[in-house]
């Protein structure tokens, strides 16, 4: 199963995106089980986790993040969403998302954020 993040694009510092992703190839009793997350890779550096949202509805974000974005899922559209707010250069990158459920561990193809000062 292979998902596609979307929503990415170019943006000044201080805008907004949301980035979509959706697992419809993904069954809905593994869906709302599974653990989600976003990831980023920025050019040269390792790729990092941004945010992370269990089934019970817990949520974990990076320290660089946390306050400005804001992870979601919803399970009658089997789609995860990273709310983006106050975004700055250094949130520049590819991001991923990621479904790591009862069927499996599936990543989506990336998306581009470019953040200009």
């Known amino acids: 199963v292979q998902l596609q993040a979307s929503g990415g694009g170019s943006v000044q510092a201080g805008g907004s995106l949301k980035l979509s992703c959706p697992a419809s190839?993904?069954?809905?009793?593994?869906?709302?089980?599974?653990?989600m997350a976003w990831y980023r890779q920025a050019p040269g550096k390792q790729r990092e986790l941004v945010a992370a949202?269990?089934?019970?509805?817990?949520?974990n974000y990076s320290d660089t993040v946390k306050g400005r974005f804001t992870i979601s899922r919803d399970n009658a559209k089997k789609t995860l969403y990273l709310q983006m707010d106050s975004l700055e250069p250094e949130d520049t990158g590819v991001y991923y998302c990621n479904v790591d459920g009862a069927s499996g561990n599936y990543w989506g193809r990336g998306t581009q954020v470019t953040v200009s000062s």
């Open positions: 949202l269990v089934s019970g509805g817990s949520t």
């Open positions: 190839r993904i069954i809905t009793s593994v869906f709302v089980k599974s653990r």
